[in-house]
């Protein structure tokens, strides 16, 4: 029975071993991402779900950026380049002129009323 116990406790920590090595190479990490609303909300949600994120998630108050992601697949700098090109300035890159023209009007949150009409 002692035995038995053993092997079963074994068991269940080299499952637990399996199962937490599967998710191992997934780091957590936050970006600065200017935006406005909801709609900035899912575009940069959208840009920053690279393969190799996950659970990327805007929130518009504080503007941080959470996102989980494996390093072996993806660059904390290919990510921040896909937002920016989305047309939302991060941090460490500055959107290009053209996207950040293309945003919808309620969302140019480099008008300062655009930021007036959200508060
Ligand atoms: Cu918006």
């Not at 269940?12 to 090595?21: E, G, I, P, V």
């Not at 575009?43 to 992601?69: C, H, M, R, S």
């Not at 390093?71 to 941090?91: H, L």
Request: glycine letters at 4%; aromatic letters at 8%; a negative charge.
């Amino acid at each position: 029975m002692k035995n038995f116990l053993a092997s079963l406790i074994l068991l269940l920590s080299f499952s637990t071993l399996m199962a937490q090595s599967e998710q191992v190479n997934l780091s957590d990490s936050v970006l600065v991402v200017n935006g406005v609303c909801g709609m900035c909300q899912q575009v940069i949600e959208k840009a920053a779900a690279l393969p190799g994120v996950e659970q990327a998630q805007w929130n518009k108050d504080t503007k941080i950026l959470k996102f989980k992601y494996n390093a072996e697949q993806v660059s904390i700098e290919s990510i921040y380049k896909a937002v920016a090109a989305s047309g939302y300035d991060t941090e460490f890159l500055a959107a290009p002129e053209e996207a950040y023209q293309n945003l919808h009007d309620c969302c140019k949150y480099r008008d300062p009323a655009v930021l007036k009409d959200h508060q």
